[in-house]
């Protein structure tokens, strides 16, 4: 009769301890996941991020090309010959 007590207390014990397993195992599961959906997210805003540098560069890039463009198109050369200078200016100039 004391096996048979033992042995229920033993099952008893063991089905315990499986429920507390189980449980464990829930807590742990949802644990990685909501750390998967942490990850998930990180890695979303730090490409939006590169994103956001790239655009930036890219937009930098274009203003310096544009500002460029604009220089060339507005800049103007004053070409003088030595006489003119030698006379002091008197004579004819070319802008170009």
């Given at each position: 009769m004391?096996?048979?007590?033992?042995?229920?207390?033993?099952?008893?014990?063991?089905?315990?301890?499986?429920?507390?397993?189980?449980?464990?195992?829930?807590?742990?599961?949802?644990?990685?996941?909501?750390?998967?959906?942490q990850l998930a997210r990180q890695l979303s805003l730090n490409a939006e991020l590169f994103q956001d540098e790239e655009r930036l560069r890219k937009a930098q890039a274009q203003e310096r090309a544009e500002a460029?463009?604009?220089?060339?198109q507005e800049s103007f050369v004053v070409e003088i010959t030595q006489r003119e200078m030698e006379e002091g200016g008197k004579g004819k100039k070319v802008v170009h």
């Open positions: 004391a096996d048979k007590n033992e042995f229920e207390h033993n099952a008893e014990q063991a089905l315990m301890t499986l429920e507390q397993l189980s449980q464990t195992l829930e807590v742990m599961t949802c644990v990685v996941d909501r750390l998967k959906n460029a463009l604009q220089l060339q």
